[in-house]
């Protein structure tokens, strides 16, 4: 073998390695009900905050195959009021991934 050929054997393998690795990395469980994206939302929120937000009212929403769940505060009225809300996690459907988290205004 030249050393043409052997940096052209190296870079098939390291493509074939790097996509292997991306196909794994995307791979995952359907998310199939708001109970699943709820938990999974917040085992994400509290390992990336630090904080449960226990005290905020959750919400979830089915929307282009992405689970969108809300951390939200009310007053005493039941109306929402202006800024202090919690975080929003996008969840993938289809693989149970979070692909979008941050915290509302």
Known sequence: MTNKSIIILLACIVVISVLG??????????????EAAIEIAKAYVLKKYKHGFDNYFISVELEDEVWIVWYYFTDENGYRPEGGGGPEVHIKRSTGRVVRCVLQK
């Open 21 to 34: 690795f991306a196909i794994y990395l995307t791979k995952g469980e359907p998310v199939e009900n708001e």
